[in-house]
């Protein structure tokens, strides 16, 4: 599965109504990849929502040093892809974010992920936190 924002923040956060249905999922994956973008955009989200920081880089230490976890640093290569389908799909209300998630995804054969963004659902993509 792609771990997503939302998922991560969901499975962060006890306090989110969807923490255990992210928990369970997280736990019942074979795989997991996230990239260094989901990991920015989580930073900015906790923030939004009150999280303590020390809290939130301590989950992303933790994320990214774990070897059943694969994290992507995008390249150049991969942001060109990125923006190349935000060109493609204007109107859709898709992130940067969002659209490497997609690359990766179909890149890598993944048709699930830890999200609640219905973005993916819109992409042919199953969203497993809903």
């Not at 060109?87 to 992130?95: K, L, N, W």
């Amino acid at each position: 599965m792609l771990l997503d924002t939302s998922g991560l923040l969901a499975l962060l956060d006890a306090r989110e109504p969807l923490h255990p249905l992210a928990c369970d999922a997280y736990s019942r994956a074979a795989t997991r990849v996230t990239h260094g973008l989901v990991l920015a955009e989580l930073v900015a989200l906790a923030n939004a929502r009150g999280l303590p920081i020390g809290v939130v880089l301590t989950f992303l230490r933790a994320l990214i040093a774990n070897p059943e976890i694969e994290t992507i640093w995008p390249n150049e290569v991969l942001t060109s892809q990125a923006l190349a389908m935000l060109v493609a799909r204007q109107g859709r209300g898709y992130s940067l974010c969002d659209a490497v998630s997609f690359i990766v995804m179909r890149a890598r054969n993944i048709g699930e992920s830890l999200t609640t963004d219905k973005h993916f659902e819109d992409e042919g993509l199953r969203r497993l936190v809903i």
